[in-house]
């Protein structure tokens, strides 16, 4: 009856508020967002990634088994080393837009609102 028609995904009632808030469950955790901004310029293994968020490589890899459930990272295998990858762009967008929001809590200009330059890195 309904298969032809459009669901927004956007409305108030949308079946995809729930897998919304999931979604931003999953990201509630420093380590996670940082792995994602980590990831955002390209695939890494493990052991950088750990290098990178300064956690050990178990942890990371922990991190990174819920984030492939979650559907926020992929893989990729060569040989024995696993490399991960972002799934898509909308976690990366969800933590920028994060962190824009969290330098409006700062009070003044944000970073972002000045003109030479968008990039939070």
Same mark, same amino acid.
């Given at each position: 009856?309904?298969?032809?028609?459009?669901?927004?995904? @956007?409305?108030?009632?949308? !079946?995809?508020?729930?897998?919304?808030?999931? +979604?931003?469950?999953?990201?509630?955790?420093?380590? @996670? +967002? @940082?792995?994602?901004?980590?990831?955002?310029?390209?695939?890494?293994? +493990?052991?950088?990634?750990?290098?990178?968020?300064?956690?050990?490589?178990?942890?990371?890899? !922990?991190?990174?088994?819920?984030?492939?459930?979650? @559907? $926020? +990272? #992929? #893989?990729?295998?060569?040989?024995?080393?696993?490399?991960?990858?972002?799934?898509?762009?909308?976690?990366? !967008? $969800?933590? #920028?837009?994060?962190?824009?929001?969290?330098?409006?809590?700062?009070?003044? #200009?944000?970073?972002?609102?000045?003109?030479?330059?968008?990039?939070?890195?």
């Amino acid at each position: 009856m309904y298969a032809d028609k459009q669901i927004c995904g @956007r409305e108030p009632d949308s !079946q995809y508020v729930e897998l919304a808030v999931e +979604v931003f469950g999953m990201l509630a955790d420093a380590t @996670r +967002v @940082r792995i994602i901004l980590a990831l955002r310029d390209g695939e890494l293994p +493990v052991g950088q990634l750990a290098e990178i968020v300064q956690k050990s490589p178990a942890a990371v890899s !922990q991190h990174l088994a819920k984030m492939r459930l979650g @559907r $926020l +990272v #992929t #893989t990729r295998q060569d040989g024995t080393r696993v490399f991960y990858r972002l799934e898509n762009e909308h976690a990366s !967008q $969800l933590v #920028t837009d994060a962190i824009f929001q969290a330098e409006h809590s700062l009070g003044g #200009t944000p970073r972002h609102h000045h003109s030479e330059s968008t990039d939070i890195s």
